[in-house]
C-alpha cells in the first residue's frame, strides 16, 4: 500500500479518535443548545473537513519533494480533499446567503409593524411588543398591544389588515373596572 494513503488513513484514524473523546466527554451537554443527533452530525463535518485539509497539504508536500507521482495517487491525495473542501466551501456559503435573506425579511417585518403601530398617535413603545420568529424561512409573530381603551382597541382591529402577512394583533384594553384594584 502507497505511504501516502497510509498517511491519510492515519490521519484520518487519529482525527476520528479526538472527535469521539470530544463526544464522549459530552461537554456540549453544558451548553444545552445541542442535542445528541446535531452534536454527531457538526463532529462527523469537522472530522471530514479537518481530514481534507491535513490530506491536501500532506498531499502537496509529498508531490513537491517527490516529483513524478502517478494520477491515481494525486487524485487520491489532492482530488478528493480538494473536493471535499469546496463542497463544504459551498455549502457554508449557501447557509450564509439563506442566514442572511432571513436576517433581511425579519428587519423589514418589524420595520413595516413599527411603521404601522406609529400611525397611531395612542401606541408607544411602551404598550407595544412584538414577537416575531422564522417559520419555514418566513417571518411570523404576533403584535401585542396593552392599556388602550376599548374604542382605540376596535379601532386597531379594524386596521389589522395593513400589518404584514403572517403578523397577528392581540389588543389587550383596559378594564374601566380594574383600575382601582391593588395588586
Given at each position: ?11 484520518l ?5 479526538i ?8 461537554l ?121 381603551t ?24 383596559v ?9
Amino acid at each position: 500500500m502507497n505511504i501516502m494513503i497510509m498517511v491519510q488513513f492515519g490521519s484520518l484514524f487519529l482525527i476520528f479518535f479526538i472527535a469521539f473523546i470530544l463526544y464522549s466527554t459530552r461537554l456540549w451537554k453544558a451548553s444545552g443548545l445541542f442535542g445528541s443527533f446535531d452534536v454527531k452530525s457538526i463532529l462527523l463535518q469537522l472530522v471530514l473537513i479537518a481530514w481534507a485539509i491535513v490530506s491536501f497539504f500532506v498531499g502537496l508536500i509529498k508531490m513537491i519533494i517527490v516529483s513524478g507521482l502517478a494520477v491515481s495517487t494525486i487524485v487520491l491525495t489532492m482530488g478528493i480533499p480538494i473536493l471535499l473542501i469546496a463542497f463544504f466551501s459551498i455549502k457554508i456559503y449557501r447557509n450564509y446567503f439563506i442566514t442572511r435573506q432571513e436576517l433581511k425579511r425579519m428587519k423589514n417585518a418589524s420595520v413595516l409593524c413599527k411603521q404601522w403601530a406609529s400611525s397611531f398617535p395612542f401606541i408607544s413603545e411602551e404598550n407595544t411588543q412584538l414577537k416575531l420568529h422564522l417559520r419555514e424561512g418566513k417571518p411570523e409573530g404576533k403584535m401585542i398591544i396593552t392599556n388602550v381603551t376599548e374604542e382605540q382597541a376596535s379601532e386597531l382591529y379594524s386596521q389589522k389588515q395593513d400589518l404584514p402577512k403572517g403578523i397577528f394583533l392581540d389588543v389587550y384594553p383596559v378594564k374601566e373596572d380594574n383600575k382601582n384594584l391593588i395588586h
